[in-house]
């Protein structure tokens, strides 16, 4: 089996592993749609008082809250990523076997993430959207074109979510129990990405801030593709570097653990 086709059987591994969950899965579109509609009238009472803040309309307020909501499990912005199995694999040394497979372990791992993702997307994500499209007034786009680019906005911001959070995970090699590391990441990107308020909203030299930060690649830039507050070509370079950035420095730094494994307990 060629390369390619040994991380596509990965991916789809790792979608058919999520579709099995389906008791979850309807538990999390639950979840999910009520998290929303919280958001949703918090924001209309915010916008109410401030209307046209950060740049948006009601309409594209209420947009980005289900876009949150369809991203949360998508890009494991607050935990349940493959970074949780690697962080227990490499306690446990388990890892040790994941090394001696003919397979390169960041690939096999973002393989079976992005296998993940899209499943989250459809089958947590997309009901709660056409929930709050269905119920509220949101703004969604007439032209395929935007579309199109919202998606490959998306598929950019998987990676830049799997680099974070590799780079989470492989601290438990130094760590042994990488939990606190998980948490403190969790709460920087619940914070950092959007997923409380959109970043145009925030003042000053703190939005300049946390819109530079690679967080703000998850949530706010395939949002304001889809919103027409972002060009297309400049949010791609943006995710694209931070993507590369990060991929890289979990390259050095898987390079770097790998050379000093420790089996827990043996």
Known sequence: MGAGRLYAAVAAGGFRRYATYRAATAAGVFTNTVFGLILVYTYRALWDEKPHLGGYDQAQAMTYVWLGQAFLSTLALGGGGVEDELMERIRTGD????????ADLQLWWLAADLGRAFFQLLGRGLIPFLFG???FPLYLPA??????AFLVAVALAMLVGFGLRYLVA??????LDGTGVAQMAWLA???CSGMLLPLNVFPGTLGEVVRALPWSSLLQAPADILLGHG????????QAAWAAALLGAGRLLQSAATRRVVVQGG
């Open 95 to 102: 890892v040790a076997i994941d090394l001696y497979r003919p």
């Open 189 to 191: 990107g619940f914070f």
């Open 143 to 148: 032209d395929v074109g935007t579309w199109a």
């Open 170 to 175: 492989l601290s438990a090699f130094w760590l």
């Open 231 to 238: 060009d297309p070509l400049p949010t791609y370079l943006f």
């Open 133 to 135: 499209a269905l119920c």
